[in-house]
T-cell receptor, first 114, second 112 residues
Framework: DTGVSQDPRHKITKRGQNVTFRCDPI?????LYWYRQTLGQGPEFLTY????????KSRLLSDRFSAERPKGSFSTLEIQRTEQGDSAMYLC????????????FGSGTRLTVV | QKEVEQNSGPLSVPEGAIASLNCTYS??????FFWYRQYSGKSPELIMS??SNGDKEDGRFTAQLNKASQYVSLLIRDSQPSDSATYLC????????????WGAGTKLIIKP
């Protein structure tokens, strides 16, 4: 499968717990994005990597959120001390230099905080 | 005012008719415009991109851009039930690294 893979597909966690999501982009794509989407809304930007460098992070993102992309390959998104407001679909997308806006999205990780 | 606005719908169109989806944006310096389709419970998939004023056609889909009016639309000809989905309009964020700003989407229902 040469698409964008996200794991897990679903995560239910108790408030206050930490969670970590993984994204494997298309191998030749050097750009990787994390977005968050809630029901009835469009995706909301969280952060962006070009290769291993995190070049942009949303001002909306609190210090409880952190993302990494070691060696410019897969990426992880960690949420510490989860809150009910963190419940959403977390989408990873990748794109390549020749078509930077041509996002390919993964299937997403649906997070439910109870 | 939201940066990218869409009518949430639902927009109901008979099978075989033309579906017209509209989007307005607030940033006058945006240069890149995108339409994504999202089926329920799935992630968005890119349908069309448009960068210049005028029309761009791809199969049954036509994107129309009017930068003076800050308006972009998507026409779907010969609508099929499989076109039933939410259509998201996205615009490039100025002064950002290929970040997109998204509308909330319009839900389209094609009635057989």
């Amino acid at each position: 499968d040469t698409g964008v893979s996200q794991d897990p597909r679903h995560k239910i966690t108790k408030r206050g717990q930490n969670v970590t999501f993984r994204c494997d982009p298309i191998s030749e794509h050097n750009r990787l994005y994390w977005y968050r989407q809630t029901l009835g809304q469009g995706p909301e930007f969280l952060t962006y990597f070009q290769n291993e460098a995190q070049l942009e992070k949303s001002r909306l993102l609190s210090d409880r959120f952190s993302a990494e992309r070691p060696k410019g390959s897969f990426s992880t998104l960690e949420i510490q001390r989860t809150e009910q407001g963190d419940s959403a679909m977390y989408l990873c997308a990748s794109s390549q230099g020749g078509d930077p806006y041509g996002y390919t999205f993964g299937s997403g990780t649906r997070l439910t905080v109870v | 005012q939201k940066e990218v606005e869409q009518n949430s719908g639902p927009l109901s169109v008979p099978e075989g008719a033309i579906a017209s989806l509209n989007c307005t944006y607030s940033d006058r310096v945006s240069q890149s415009f995108f339409w994504y389709r999202q089926y329920s419970g799935k992630s968005p998939e890119l349908i069309m991109s448009i960068y210049s004023n005028g029309d761009k056609e791809d199969g049954r889909f036509t994107a129309q851009l009017n930068k003076a009016s800050q308006y972009v639309s998507l026409l779907i000809r010969d609508s099929q039930p499989s076109d039933s989905a939410t259509y998201l309009c996205a615009v490039n964020a100025v002064d950002s690294n290929y970040q997109l700003i998204w509308g909330a989407g319009t839900k389209l229902i094609i009635k057989p």
